[in-house]
Every structure is written in C-alpha cells, then in structure tokens.
C-alpha cells in the first residue's frame, strides 16, 4: 500500500529538519517494499537474466507504455531469439515486428547494437558503463538500468518513475529540482544486497503515483511535456516507413499519391541521412540495414 498521506508530511518534515538518517532511509525502503509486496507487477522481463532479453525490454520501455510493450515483447523474440539473430536480420523484418510500438529509431537502433555486439564484443552485451553508452541509443539512464537488471551491479539510475518516487517523498514542495539533487538521495537509499527488486519496486511505486496524484515530475528541472503525436513529423515518418512495409519500392509521386503533405520531400531526404532509406535512379526503397558491413 501506498504511504498514509497522514504520515507523508511527518515523514518529509524530518527529512527537511534533519536529513536522511538511517531511520528514515529504513522507513523509506519498508513504504516503498511493502507496496511491492501487495501491488507490483509480473512483468516478463523481469522474470529474465539474459542480458539481450533485458536489453530488449529496456529499448521497447523507452518512451513507451508497458502495457504495449507487453503485446510485442514475446513476439519480438521468438522472431529474434539473439544478437546474432537481430544482427543478421533486414530493417524491413525489424520494423514490421516493431510495429505499434513507436519511435522506429529504438528498432533501427537495437539492429546497429547487435551488430556492434556480435562485432566487437563476441555476441554478448557489456557489462561495462562506458561500453554500454557506446552502443546505439542507449545513454546513461539505460546503461544504468542494464548495469541494475543484467549485471545487478549496484549502481544509480534514473528514469522517470524513480524520478516521480524521489519527488513526491523528499522535494514535495520545491520546483525545478535538477537530478544532480536526487543522485545522493537513490544513492543513500540503495537496497545493495537487493539492487533489482529494489529498483523494480521503486518504478511500481512511481508507476502508482502517476495514477494517484498530481504528476510530481513536473517539480523536475528536466521535465518536457511530449508533444503531441497526430499531425506530427513523427507520425508522417512512421507512415512513409510503414509504406516500405508492402512496397519493395516507391517513386516520389508514388509516395505523394499515397500521403500527400508538403513534408514529404524533406522527410524522405531526413529518412535517406539516417540510413532508413535507400535512393536509386529516382526510386526510393528500405535500406537493409546491413548496408557498410563487411
């Protein structure tokens, strides 16, 4: 169950007054287990400790809902089993298992990963902070959640339900809290001899708060409303690859006769420079995704 709202302010009051004793962090991590006992969730991957299965949830979860994530997860890697599977696997194949789920750029970016896994580091994934955030798409906040998850090294991360938790129990009242403040705070408060359920706790606590009162994310210095989907460049571009999907290849009226808005021109040129697309003697068509591989 969540904190009695009644001893909330109790709990922040001392924390203001006197900093985190240990008291306090032992309160702190009693509210926040206990509600993982009565209310967390059976994810899939959390079941896992393969670290390419954990990559892959962690790559689908950025910017995306569980409950999505939930319907492709299993598909995903029954089509690819492993980095070498993935590797050798054309963009095509990729993006129509990614499908629904958004943001194709995580999709091209865990082909890129597995090559580079299979390339440089014999088919398994690092365990090493600085060679995960070398990879494709993955910066400090999914390093660290691969470090906790695959490795369960003790480290701190970031995203935004830990965010929201830290928030909501110790900077209730103050507005642009950077996460250089926070740092300490999840550091302190860190579960070492349980790093995983400790984290998957936390993320089910902040998952509850987003449903339960007023989004304490906002209060974050780094906080960005996203913007709106339909109508958007990221909808026509999803379009525009979704047409590649059944089409080997497409002239430009084509492509105008079947999404016809001024963007088009330039988002084909944007799709050519990140490597989504292919031209050729005025015909356009999905890159492969091997292309510059020897």
């Known amino acids: ?3 009695c709202q009644d001893s909330l302010p109790d709990f922040q009051r001392t924390f203001r007054e006197g900093g985190l004793s240990g008291a306090l962090i032992t309160q702190f991590q009693n509210i926040i287990y206990q509600h993982y006992e009565e209310q967390g969730r059976e994810l899939p991957w959390r079941q896992s400790h393969d670290p390419y299965e954990i990559l892959i949830s962690e790559i689908m979860l950025q910017q995306t809902q569980v409950e999505r994530v939930l319907g492709q997860y299993g598909p995903f890697l029954q089509k ?5 599977a993935l590797a050798q696997a054309s963009l095509a ?7 629904g789920l958004g943001y194709n750029r995580r999709a091209q970016a865990l082909q890129r990963i597995a090559q ?10 690092p365990a090493e ?3 995960l955030e070398g990879l494709p798409g993955i910066g400090a906040a999914t390093a660290g959640a691969l470090l906790v998850f695959a490795f369960e090294q003790p480290v701190v991360f970031l995203e935004t339900n830990i965010r929201r938790v830290y928030l909501h129990f110790f900077y209730p009242k103050v507005e642009a809290v950077t996460d250089k403040m926070l740092y300490p705070l999840i ?6 001899q349980q790093v995983r359920p400790w984290y998957y706790a936390l993320m089910d606590y902040g998952a509850m708060l987003k449903r339960t009162v007023p989004n304490p994310n906002r209060r974050s210095a780094h906080y960005q409303r996203q913007s709106a989907f339909p109508g958007s460049d990221r909808e026509l571009r999803s379009r525009i690859l979704r047409l590649f999907l059944t089409h080997s290849e497409l002239s430009a009226n084509a492509i105008g006769a079947n999404l016809p808005d001024g963007r088009i021109p330039r988002l084909l040129q944007d799709l050519i420079r990140e490597k989504f697309l292919v031209q050729e003697n005025g015909f356009y068509r999905l890159a492969t995704g091997q292309e510059g591989l020897a």
């Not at 690819?80 to 070498?84: S, T, V």
């Not at 550091?187 to 070492?192: R, Y």
């Open 116 to 125: 580079q896994v299979v390339r440089q580091h014999n088919g398994r994934l």
């Open 187 to 192: 550091l302190m408060t860190m579960d070492v």
């Open 129 to 131: 902070r600085a060679s």
């Open 1 to 3: 169950m969540a904190v």
């Open 93 to 99: 194949e990729i993006l129509l298992a990614w499908l």
């Open 80 to 84: 690819f089993p492993d980095f070498q």
